[in-house]
Structure formats: C-alpha cells, structure tokens
C-alpha cells in the first residue's frame, strides 16, 4: 500500500515561473514530512521539511505547506530557475519509527529558459 | 553536501550471482540505512542499523539480503542469489540519531545491473 502519494509525475514549467507539487498521506501518525531533491547520478538531498505542528515553512524560494485535516502537502517553488530541474520527492515519517522514511514516487520537474 | 561514500557506484553481476556494495557513513553517525530505488523512483527501506546493531528490517532482507555494518569498517549490503526484479539504485543513508527529525544524508548510490 503506498503510504505517500505524489502529483503530478511531471512537470514542465518556464524559468521564473512557479511550480507547485503536491503530496498526500495515509498514516495519521506521520508527523515529519522532509522533501528531498534529487539530480541524475546522485542521491536525494534534503531541500525543506515541516513539521505536523506546523502549517508553513519557508527557505528561500521553497515553500512548503501542510494541511493535517486532510493529509496533504506542497511544495511550491517561485522563480524557477533551470538549475532547480531534478526530480522532487515528498516524504514521511513517524515518531518512534527508527526514522524510517516513507517516499512518494516522485516528481519529475523541468525548467526551461 | 553529503560525504556518505558508496562503492561501486555500478554494477553488473548474472542471475544467481552474488552482489555485494559497501557504505561508508558520514563521520560520527552512527545510524546507517539502506533503501531500494527502482526504476520507477519507487523507494523501498531495507534495513537500518545503530552502530553494529540491526534497528528495522523488511521481509526481503530476511531471504536473499544480508547486510552488517561492522565496527571499523564498512557497512555492507549483499543479495546472495541476485535476480532481475533486484536491479536498482541502492542507496546508503546515514544520520546523527534515531529520532525521526534526524536529516538522513544520502550517498550517490550503487546502480546494480542484473543480466
């Protein structure tokens, strides 16, 4: 059973343009939601994370969001630059679970000048 | 950037045969993981570890995977027999701790090709 679900798979959008991803949950106890970034070649990196307790966090350009009621996620990215072309994973985790971490499937973003 | 060293970074072994990658965590962490990645960007956990000590592992690892993470050296993952459905990104993490706020930095991972 996939426990985290991702939208869209893929995504084109414009250099400086805004690119919104968005994540939904399963398990009420997941109270940790990192969102990693990963390039080709490469291991995903963390980029942001939030809290259940929290409804925003901010760095940057990167934003996520988080609505507990209806166990869903975003991640929106403004002024989209080439360089952030990579595929975006939203994830999740639980206390008291050794830090095991659940992942979507996965967006695939491309920015183009 | 992450300092979490993979090896190999490919590799390609025949059905039945024995695959074996090795990890070296971040310096000081003592909590180690291994997931599967497929070709679909589907992430699957294997097993952790805290030190020597195995934390969490799924069924699969209990058949066909063994892996350990021995004091001074490596932390290894092996597939004994390895099959097709195995060829994958295996990744190694590492964080400070066990507690789920703990970041896990990512290696580059070891791209197992099974012919």
């Known amino acids: 059973q996939q426990q985290v679900r991702q939208s869209p798979q893929s995504l084109t959008v414009w250099e400086g343009g805004t690119t919104v991803l968005t994540c939904s949950y399963e398990?009420?106890?997941?109270?940790?939601f990192p969102w990693y970034q990963q390039f080709p070649g490469e291991g995903p990196a963390l980029l942001i994370s939030i809290l259940s307790v929290s409804d925003k966090k901010e760095d940057g350009r990167f934003t996520t969001f988080f609505n507990k009621r209806e166990k869903k996620l975003s991640l929106h990215i403004i002024d989209s630059q080439p360089g952030d072309s990579a595929t975006y994973f939203c994830?999740?985790?639980?206390?008291?679970?050794?830090?095991?971490?659940?992942f979507g499937d996965g967006t695939q973003l491309v920015v183009k000048p | 950037n992450s300092k979490v060293i993979q090896t190999p970074r490919y590799l390609v072994k025949g059905q039945g045969q024995k695959a074996k990658m090795r990890c070296i965590p971040e310096?000081?962490?003592?909590?180690v993981f291994w997931y599967q990645q497929n070709k679909n960007n589907e992430f699957k956990f294997l097993i952790n570890f805290q030190n020597q000590e195995v934390l969490q592992q799924i069924d699969m690892t209990e058949k066909r995977f063994s892996a350990e993470c021995p004091s001074n050296s490596p932390c290894s993952l092996e597939i004994q027999s390895s099959e097709a459905g195995d060829s994958a990104l295996y990744l190694c993490a590492s964080s400070l701790g066990t507690g789920n706020y703990a970041e896990q930095f990512f290696g580059p991972g070891t791209r197992l090709t099974v012919l």
């Open positions: 994830a999740a985790s639980a206390s008291g679970s050794n830090n095991r971490i659940f």
């Open positions: 310096k000081g962490h003592p909590v």
């Open positions: 398990d009420s106890t997941f109270n940790y």
